[in-house]
């Protein structure tokens, strides 16, 4: 492996430790403005990524991915925010934005980073660091669109157990299906080529607004 390739992955691997901190403080966030003061008891309204990280899902698998198939679809997840939704003044309000909050603060920030990209390129003329605000920008876009698929224990999945009024105990049990699914889901092209399409598809839609603001 080259020292380019090794410098690609880390700097991949950094973007992806910002993506899900961001991720998990948008739940604690939010969770905390609607009255739920369990997260900042357990120390997670920070963006320090120390308070974020799950040894499997922040460390073992994106680095297995990006060292072993560098192509492959990029996943990850950070240690769960938990969340008590019963300190919510409005429940299911309350409960629709907590599971909203995490893709669309990877969302935001993906969107941010491409703009900061367009700001360098066009009044520094750093082609390179246009580049690394691409795959900054990608990545967050695959993190926020991955966990709005309807599939348990994913955010998408959360917010229509909310919209259907099932319980606890079912959702967590599908929970444990769910994660089989997506291993077998992410091994099938089609699913590939269409989770690809969606993401250019936001990603392009990003770059309209960089170039609308910038040129």
Not at 24 to 39: K, S
Not at 144 to 168: C, R, W
Request: charged letters at 10%; one cysteine or more; a positive charge.
């Amino acid at each position: 492996m080259s020292i380019r390739s090794v410098q690609e992955i880390c700097v991949g691997y950094l973007w992806i430790i910002l993506a899900l901190t961001v991720h998990e403080w948008g739940h604690a966030y939010v969770a905390d403005r609607f009255g739920d003061a369990t997260p900042r008891i357990e120390g997670r309204l920070t963006l320090n990524p120390l308070a974020h990280i799950s040894i499997i899902g922040t460390v073992i698998v994106p680095l297995a991915i990006l060292f072993l198939s560098p192509k492959f679809i990029i996943m990850g997840w950070g240690l769960p925010v938990a969340i008590n939704a019963n300190n919510f003044k409005y429940r299911k309000l309350g409960d629709f934005f907590c599971s909203m909050a995490g893709p669309f603060m990877n969302f935001l920030l993906g969107m941010l980073i491409l703009l900061l990209g367009f700001a360098i390129r066009k009044y520094v003329g750093s082609t390179s660091f246009w580049h690394l605000c691409v795959r900054g920008s990608l990545i967050n876009i695959s993190l926020g669109i991955f966990n709005l698929l309807p599939i348990p224990p994913l955010d998408g999945a959360h917010v229509l157990k909310i919209i259907a009024g099932m319980k606890e105990e079912i959702f967590a049990a599908l929970s444990t299906l769910g994660n089989f699914l997506l291993i077998v889901l992410i091994n099938f092209q089609i699913f590939r080529y269409c989770f690809a399409r969606v993401c250019n598809f936001i990603f392009a839609q990003f770059l309209s607004v960089g170039k609308f603001l910038f040129f």
